[in-house]
């Protein structure tokens, strides 16, 4: 079974930029798609990125195209989330995941996904 440790989060202000960082270690075959999911008190978690390790494929929430560009480093087993033009409404406790090959659940479904890390806090202030 994979481990995931995100880390990267911290306080910016609007307009700002935070990358993250999602090391994988342990089981890690079959561990594709990598996700980042975030969450916000009393809200469900909330699809943000997914990329393939083998193609690279990546999928983004309308949400945060054009400002969020997730990537992977195979050699290293990290996948990576820069976040640029951060606004208010990024805040949130944000995760990366490990999921199988095929699944019947989409990359952008938190059903996809059976690994996760234990977050990281990102806040953007005014």
């Known amino acids: 079974q994979a481990q995931l440790v995100e880390s990267g989060g911290g306080l910016v202000q609007v307009g700002g930029s935070l990358r993250l960082s999602c090391a994988a270690s342990g089981r890690t075959i079959g561990t594709s798609p990598m996700g980042w999911f975030r969450q916000v008190p009393e809200k469900e978690r909330e699809f943000v990125a997914a990329?393939?390790?083998?193609?690279?494929?990546?999928y983004y929430a309308d949400s945060v195209k054009g400002r969020f560009t997730i990537s992977r480093d195979n050699a290293k087993n990290t996948v990576y989330l820069q976040m640029n033009n951060l606004a208010p409404e990024d805040t949130a406790i944000y995760y990366c995941a490990a999921g199988p090959p095929s699944s019947i659940f989409s990359v952008t479904s938190a059903r996809r996904y059976g690994v996760w890390g234990q977050g990281t806090q990102v806040t953007v202030s005014e």
């Open positions: 990329v393939y390790w083998g193609s690279g494929n990546t």
